[in-house]
């Protein structure tokens, strides 16, 4: 049986050559963090959502300023809002509401009815 110190010294040496890979030139696989960085640009994100289960599905929409968002309903009723952009307007069952994109930021769309349907829409 080894003596505790040689056991303790392969435990060592082995978490040692568990270090770092950047040494080496291996890249790791990016953050949720760098990934939303990565994915935020407007070109990334689509510029049409629909509503599902009282969801916006995507949640985050994309589109540069002047270009059309398009917003597809189903079987309820809803009033679609983009806060400091667009006032509540209805969007009756299975139809859709298109509107231009405001100025460059980032908006909340929201539905008045349903307080739990909410997306982000950045322009930029």
């Known amino acids: 049986m080894r003596p505790l110190g040689t056991v303790l010294a392969c435990a060592v040496l082995a978490l040692a050559a568990c270090g770092d890979d950047e040494e080496d030139g291996a890249t790791t696989a990016p953050s949720s963090k760098q990934k939303e960085r990565v994915t935020t640009s407007p070109e990334n994100l689509p510029s049409t959502s629909k509503v599902r289960q009282r969801?916006?599905?995507?949640?985050?929409?994309?589109?540069?300023?002047?270009?059309?968002?398009?917003?597809?309903?189903?079987?309820?009723?809803?009033?679609?809002?983009?806060?400091?952009?667009?006032?509540?307007?209805?969007?009756?069952?299975?139809?859709?509401?298109?509107?231009?994109?405001?100025?460059?930021?980032?908006?909340?769309?929201?539905?008045?009815?349903?307080?739990?349907?909410?997306?982000?829409?950045?322009?930029?």
């Open 55 to 124: 969801r916006f599905v995507p949640a985050r929409l994309g589109a540069r300023p002047t270009a059309q968002l398009t917003i597809r309903g189903d079987r309820e009723r809803h009033r679609i809002a983009i806060r400091r952009a667009f006032p509540a307007t209805p969007l009756p069952p299975r139809s859709e509401i298109r509107v231009v994109a405001p100025d460059p930021g980032i908006y909340r769309m929201v539905c008045t009815i349903h307080p739990e349907m909410r997306a982000r829409i950045l322009v930029g």
